[in-house]
């Protein structure tokens, strides 16, 4: 699984960030901030991403380099931020057709 | 206002006039309503014409007395009256009431000194017969454009690059040291300009040519070392409207009507107020509505144009449209460019020129002048928290700095602390206001082909700039230094030509600047910088200064940079497509890789990701306006002959 989550989070940087460039140097504990891959945008792309493709809720606090500032930190927060089972998600989104 | 152009050939051959024919045919649009020529042997001028001032008498290129000093001028000198009058006292005989005799007649008496006489923009040539020289020079503050190219036994000057080109065998090549200034600047250091052996005047200099030898000399600088601390706030504020009221009324000097660019925003509402309050006659106002919420200020355009009682026209413009004057825009800007801002201001120009007019006054420059740009105030704020890193509220200042910003306003303090982070030696460094721009903006480097990467290797633009500063800019505070670095390269790199000079004589209309008088610009850079921003209130003094001129909204409201939509102009939202043909074949990978400048395959993930709707960001905009239009360059001027287009249309 965290094989998978690598190597998905490391397509999505290269492709996403870094327009498919010096994919092959980018190691999983360089900084997103230290080597200009991301900005202030970026922050938000990669929220967006995280909880499109992992289907977790990255909470206001959340927001911190600690959490998503290289490959690495981002597996360790995906960690601890168990994903959503599939059945909650259905619940969220029945919960959704349900107020509209 | 017009186009001009001259050939001095330094092997003392006759010049061509046909050949200069050809070369003024490519400033047809700055100056429709006449074209002169002048050739004495080796030395040829050319002159496109827009009549202003004395319609019937003021053709060119002009002469003296007894035809030993001529002249072809672009430009307007505002003060030509009270030197008309001095001048007759002196003896000099007038034949016509023009402008562009009084520099002839201020020539004879002061030389090249004349310069620091005139209050006006301008871009000229003088032939001195007598004394075998060639004489240019180029007003303070780069309003108005010129261009030379000294190549073997030759001399070339022009308003607009593509004039020069024109020039049969002119190497006609993208300069990759350009390229590498505008990616991280956003212009080119004068006097590099885009285009291989093209040079351009810097602003507030002259150039002389004679005997052989050419020689550039700087006639004016900007100082802020006499910024004088004890000046009252209502003694700045008195002054500040004085000279600028004068600055206008010099500037209605016409012998056609005059109108004004009325934004919505602080500056263009001062300026046509100090019209409405020096003129009686009705006033035309002119501006650009977006169909686009995020960048429309129609609602401020409509109260300031009823509060001043103003005849107002308004241009509509959508993303399609930007999209589709693009390649036109480039074609009249010479240089690539990062913002898709000075689109708009080409359809603008196109409504006053349809409204029958040619010359409108704008407030340009006073963001430069006064203080008002958010590259200030962020350089306040970074200095402000610099001095107090721990700080976990300071940088909370920068999200009320970008109220319009959505990025910004949605970052938690530890990211916002992490990308404005000030470090140590960027507190140091001569260019620190500018620094987050400029580090930005060469991201977009990452797009240039592995050849230009390894042509550029070792290239150092920061030292570029360095060496161009002034002896005592070291000695200035910082916000007097931000404000020099806007106003020596933004303001005519980018400000006053890609977004003035060019799209407004795309239609052949002039553009005038109270803001850029020298008198307030050398008062300005006097004022205290605490009276220019007030804590964090931009241009502070100018609003104390025009009281109740303006109404007291458009004084309160938070300031909005001028901005135009971008990736969306270009590719459609709702369908993700690329909506223009062109920009579809200059973005292929085919021609990405035998234009050799970019990298096909980052090209390619960026349109991806723009077709995704992913691109939202202020860098993947720049960084596809920047590839498309430098594109647009390399097809327009490199890959084609000049004069592949007529009249400012693709043929």
């Known amino acids: 699984m965290e094989r998978q989550y690598e190597r998905e989070l490391r397509q999505y940087v290269i492709d996403n960030f870094l327009f498919g460039q010096g994919g092959s140097e980018l190691k999983n504990d360089d900084s997103f901030m230290e080597r200009g891959i991301i900005d202030s945008t970026g922050v938000l792309e990669l929220v967006a991403f995280l909880e499109e493709k992992f289907q977790v809720k990255v909470e206001d606090e959340d927001l911190i380099p600690a959490n998503l500032d290289s490959i690495n930190n981002l597996l360790l927060y995906l960690k601890k931020k168990q994903p959503l089972k599939k059945s909650n998600a259905f619940i969220r989104i029945e919960g959704l057709a349900e107020s509209a | ?27 047809h649009h700055r100056g429709p309503d006449a074209t002169g020529f002048y050739i004495d042997g080796p030395v040829g001028f050319a002159h496109a014409r827009l009549s202003i001032i004395d319609l019937s008498g003021g053709h060119q290129p002009m002469h003296n007395e007894d035809q030993t000093v001529w002249i072809t001028f672009n430009g307007e000198i505002f003060n030509y009256i009270e030197l008309r009058n001095d001048l007759i006292q002196k003896g000099h005989r007038f034949r016509t009431q023009s402008d562009t005799e009084v520099i002839i007649h201020l020539y004879e008496e002061k030389g090249e000194d004349c310069v620091q006489y005139l209050n006006g923009q301008w871009a000229f040539a003088i032939w001195d017969k007598k004394r075998d020289k060639l004489f240019m020079s180029r007003d303070r503050l780069g309003v108005r454009p010129l261009f030379y190219s000294l190549t073997a036994g030759m001399l070339l000057f022009g308003s607009e690059i593509k004039a020069l ?22 212009v080119t250091l004068p006097p590099r300009t885009i285009f291989k052996g093209i040079s ?23 100082d802020y070392n006499s910024s004088n601390d004890s000046m009252s706030e209502q003694e700045a504020a008195a002054t500040l409207l004085e000279l600028l009221t004068d600055a206008t009324k010099i500037r209605l000097r016409s012998d056609v009507p005059v109108g004004a660019y009325l934004s919505g925003g602080l500056d263009s509402t001062v300026i046509t107020a100090l019209i409405k309050k020096v003129s009686v006659s009705r006033l035309k106002t ?53 913002r898709t801002a000075p689109a708009p201001l080409f359809l603008l120009s196109k409504l006053v020129r349809e409204q029958g007019y040619k010359v409108v006054l704008t407030g340009e420059g006073s963001d430069e ?30 999200k009320r700095l970008y109220p319009y910003l959505e990025n910004i306003q949605a970052q938690s303090p530890a990211y916002l602390k ?26 977009l480097k990452m797009f240039f082909s592995e050849d230009v990467k390894s042509e550029l290797k070792g290239s150092d633009v920061y030292n570029d700039l360095r060496e161009r500063l002034p002896s005592n800019y070291s000695k200035w505070d910082g916000f007097s230094q931000a404000q020099f670095l806007e106003t020596m390269y933004l303001l005519p790199g980018y400000i006053l030509s890609s977004q003035g000079d060019r799209m407004a004589m795309a239609h052949s209309v002039e553009g005038r600047f109270p803001f850029l008088d020298h008198r307030v610009v050398e008062f300005a850079s006097s004022i205290p910088p605490a009276l220019k921003m007030k804590v964090l209130n931009e241009k502070y003094i100018l609003k104390q200064a025009v009281g109740d001129l303006v109404p007291v909204s458009i004084k309160k409201r938070p300031k909005q940079p001028y901005r135009a939509p971008e990736i969306k102009s270009f590719i459609g939202e709702d369908t993700n497509v690329v909506r223009h043909e062109y920009v579809e074949e200059l973005l292929s990978t085919d021609r990405i890789q035998k234009d050799g400048i970019f990298n096909p395959g980052t090209v390619q993930k960026l349109i991806e990701k723009s077709r995704k709707g992913r691109a939202i960001g202020i860098k993947d905009n720049m960084a596809f306006v920047g590839i498309l239009s430098t594109q647009l360059i390399v097809d327009q001027f490199v890959n084609r002959p000049i004069g592949g287009r007529q009249n400012g249309t693709a043929v």
């Open chain 2, 1 to 27: 206002m017009c186009g001009i152009l001259g050939v001095q050939l330094l092997n003392g051959e006759r010049v061509d006039r046909t050949l200069l024919n050809t070369m003024i045919g490519q400033l």
């Open chain 2, 200 to 222: 351009e005047l810097p602003p507030g200099h002259s150039l002389v040519s004679e005997r052989g030898q050419v020689t550039i000399r700087s006639y004016w600088n900007i």
């Open chain 2, 418 to 443: 992490a990308f404005f982070h000030v470090r140590r030696e960027d507190q140091l460094s001569p260019f620190f206001s500018h620094l987050p721009r400029w580090e930005l903006t060469s991201k």
């Open chain 2, 369 to 398: 002048m006064l203080g008002g740009y958010d590259i200030f105030k962020e350089a306040k704020i970074r200095k402000f928290w610099g001095a107090f890193p721990e700080s976990k509220i300071r940088p909370l200042l920068l």
């Open chain 2, 286 to 338: 002119f501006s650009i509505s977006f169909e686009d919420k995020e960048f429309d200020e129609s609602g401020f355009q409509q109260e300031a144009s009823s509060f001043l009682q103003t005849d107002h026209h308004t241009v509509r413009c959508s993303t399609q449209d930007i999209g589709r004057v693009f390649p036109d825009v480039i074609w009249h800007t010479e240089k690539p460019i990062l």
């Open chain 2, 165 to 186: 080109l024109a020039y049969p065998g002119l190497t006609r090549e993208i300069d990759l040291q350009a390229l590498d200034q505008l990616f991280t600047f956003w």
